[in-house]
């Protein structure tokens, strides 16, 4: 079945860096473009962007520009999210989340259809 | 920038019909998608393509769109439908893919 395994819970402190990893199986990674989503402790959910899982082209929506980078192994089907310069304000849930895409008349829509379980990142000191 | 409003809590009895509605001005021209989020758990897309149900969602789960305003329909609510929903849906000008809600608690009383 289609899945997306994510890496476990991080503890990290101010400054430093995080990697998250997203491990896709049951379908075929370069064939739909992956998402990442953040949400704080008692939020809701924000898009950070996406990659283009063909090209490696990330896209960063506005505010997650600069300290966050999208990354991808093709040959394990992994996509990765590292944040660096840690801030006490990254710490969230990170989900990765594949694209799903409806086509209507020449027009494209864009929605999230299978979700990875989530990536907690604690940021303290 | 864009925003979808939706009510914070909807409360309703066991067997009881919920509807969750989610408002934005490019609603008229944009699909909108709901997403269930029970506590410590990742989402689950419940609607697509503003009324479509993907396979393994209950028939009870329905969507609808009126002009600017978008619903999401829980018929014959159990408790295990009580979780966060989201809304998402792109803004006017596809400068933003993906805009989500505000969140709705839904509380089976």
């Known amino acids: 079945q289609v899945q997306l395994v994510q890496s476990g819970s991080e503890l990290k402190k101010p400054g430093a860096s995080v990697k998250v990893s997203c491990k896709a199986s049951g379908y075929t990674f370069t064939s739909y473009a992956m998402n990442w989503v953040r949400q704080a402790p008692g939020q809701g959910l924000e898009w950070m962007g996406w990659?283009?899982?063909?090209?490696?082209?990330?896209t960063y929506a506005q505010g997650f520009t600069g300290r966050f980078v999208f990354s991808l192994d093709t040959s394990v089907s992994t996509a990765y999210l590292q944040i660096s310069s840690l801030k006490a304000e990254d710490t969230a849930v990170y989900y990765c989340a594949r694209v799903a895409i409806v086509v209507v008349r020449w027009s494209y829509y864009y929605y999230m259809d299978v979700w990875g379980k989530g990536t907690t990142v604690t940021v303290s000191s | 920038s864009y925003e979808l409003t939706q009510p914070p809590s909807v409360s309703v009895s066991p067997g009881q019909t919920a509807r969750i509605t989610c408002s934005g001005d490019a609603l008229p021209k944009q699909y909108a998608y709901w997403y269930q989020q029970k506590p410590g758990q990742a989402p689950v897309l419940v609607i697509y393509k503003d009324s479509e149900r993907p396979s393994g969602i209950p028939e009870r789960f329905s969507g609808s769109s009126s002009g600017t305003t978008v619903t999401l329909t829980i018929s014959g609510v159990q408790a295990e439908d009580e979780a966060d929903y989201y809304c998402q849906s792109a803004d006017s000008s596809g400068t933003s893919l993906y805009v989500f809600g505000t969140g709705t608690k839904v509380t089976v009383l």
């Open positions: 990659i283009n899982t063909n090209t490696g082209n990330p």
